[in-house]
């Protein structure tokens, strides 16, 4: 009998008090071993698709909690699945890579790590966006999914994702297989740490979360010449500006205030001495939205600007600026609104009503949303924020007016021991809840 979604959940609540007392209390056992597994991620940061050792020690720990384990999916990825009798299928992904960042934090198990990322840049390498709390939850996750066999009836599918910072990790590992090769999920969880909640604070969000994300390289081109004789020139340092204040109009003119938008220039750069006209002037632009249709609203925003700015400059035919949008480009993270209620219930039942609150949708990217994207109609899907920076911390900030630093920053460190806990169980309360024993 399929009870209706209101009962469903109430009766999955009803069961889960003691459960939730008595994972908590593994996950505090256990506690000691994975802060020592996050100190060793943390320490040893490995940069897009270069996850080798790090996808090495997520496939041992699945294998040993008795997952069936393929490595190497969309390069360095790792797919573990767990079948336990029928139900529905369940993804919980986390990411792996570092960042090119040299860090700052003085942790005693900092990071002297150096690398060169895909685009040939040599730098330090940090987890400064907390992939090392994510992994490292995972593992737990994986390890009482397994104990608690008896709790649940499905089957789970958990991946290490490569290449998150790059958006190429989610593409690569669905062209290589994933929802095929594998099962595919009903459902597809993650988290994310946070730097502006509490540590232990769970945030949801419900629809568009994270934004789509293109980056625009604008390459102005112009007639060059004596700074002293800017008659006889085409200046394109001129023109890139005009083109940088008009690009200001797409979001407050044309985008809907409903519909959030940013179109933000980043680098600007041209001309080598004061009295020489450049001959073109590069622009490097990152662009955000939610939708399919604000994000081609943008950039066709973008190419209509570039051009008619030039026109009116007279700029020759063949002279006329350059709209490149790289790939890849990220897209939109949707949580399934229906998805984010039920288990957002889940959650304040488990971890108590004043450990979950609303949060506002980011800006920021992330390839999660790749997964659920290519079957919306099947997929569920729920990122939520698992909060890292103790409150007293954020309370005197605000106080004082302070400056936190937050994600990708060389400070950022957040308090391990509460974001892998809270992150572990927030997983298993999720997925469990999705899977229940009939």
């Given at each position: 009998m399929k009870l209706p979604l209101s009962l469903a959940a109430a009766f999955s609540l009803s069961t889960t008090p003691a459960l939730a007392d008595d994972i908590a209390a593994t996950i505090q056992a256990d506690m000691p071993g994975l802060l020592a597994t996050y100190r060793?991620?943390?320490?040893?940061?490995?940069?897009?698709?270069q996850?080798?050792?790090?996808?090495?020690?997520?496939?041992?720990?699945?294998?040993?909690?008795?997952?069936?384990?393929?490595?190497?999916?969309?390069?360095?990825?790792?797919?573990?699945?767990?079948?336990n009798g029928t139900g529905p299928t369940v993804l919980i992904r986390t990411d792996m890579d570092g960042l090119p960042?040299?860090?700052?934090?003085?942790?005693?198990f900092a990071s002297k790590v150096r690398g060169t990322s895909t685009a040939g840049v040599e730098s330090g390498v940090m987890h400064a966006c907390g992939h090392?709390?994510?992994?490292?939850?995972?593992?737990?996750?994986?390890?009482?999914?397994?104990s608690h066999r008896q709790d649940w009836s499905g089957t789970l599918v958990m991946i290490a994702q490569p290449a998150e910072e790059i958006n190429g990790g989610a593409r690569a590992m669905l062209a290589d297989g994933l929802l095929t090769r594998f099962p595919k999920p009903d459902f597809a969880l993650a988290f994310h740490d946070s730097a502006s909640l509490p540590s232990g604070m769970i945030g949801l969000h419900s629809g568009f979360a994270l934004a789509n994300v293109d980056s625009v390289n604008v390459t102005v081109r112009g007639l060059g010449g004596h700074g002293a004789y800017p008659q006889l020139t085409r200046d394109p340092i001129v023109l890139a500006s005009a083109i940088v204040m008009r690009l200001q109009t797409l979001v407050s003119r044309e985008a809907s205030p409903f519909d959030p938008s940013v179109v933000t220039v980043g680098s600007i750069h041209g001309g080598a001495k004061h009295n020489i006209i450049?001959?073109?002037?590069?622009?490097?632009?990152?662009?955000?939205?939610?939708?399919d249709e604000s994000r081609k609203q943008l950039l066709d925003g973008i190419r209509r600007i570039v051009r008619g700015e030039a026109e009116t400059s007279d700029i020759p035919d063949d002279r006329m600026p350059t709209?490149?949008?790289?790939?890849?480009?990220?897209?939109?993270?949707?949580?399934?609104p229906a998805l984010t209620e039920r288990l957002g219930a889940v959650?304040?039942?488990?971890?108590?009503?004043d450990r979950v609150q609303d949060v506002a949708a980011e800006m920021a990217g992330e390839d999660f949303g790749e997964i659920a994207r290519t079957d919306p109609q099947r997929i569920q899907s729920l990122l939520i924020w698992v909060g890292g920076r103790p409150a007293a911390t954020i309370a005197a900030a605000k106080k004082e007016g302070t400056i936190l630093p937050g994600l990708h920053s060389p400070y950022w460190a957040?308090?391990?021991?509460?974001v892998i806990a809270a992150g572990a169980e927030a997983l298993y309360a999720e997925a469990t809840s999705l899977m229940p024993r009939r």
């Open positions: 060793d991620l943390h320490q040893n940061p490995e940069l897009s698709f996850e080798l050792r790090t996808a090495g020690i997520m496939a041992a720990a699945a294998r040993k909690a008795g997952f069936e384990v393929i490595e190497k999916v969309g390069k360095t990825g790792v797919v573990a699945v767990l079948r960042v040299i860090e700052q934090t003085g942790l005693q090392d709390t994510h992994m490292t939850a995972w593992i737990e996750v994986a390890r009482l999914m397994s450049p001959d073109e002037v590069k622009l490097q632009l990152t662009v955000r939205s939610y939708t709209v490149e949008v790289l790939e890849p480009h990220t897209n939109a993270t949707w949580n399934t959650l304040r039942a488990r971890l108590g009503a957040p308090e391990a021991d509460k």
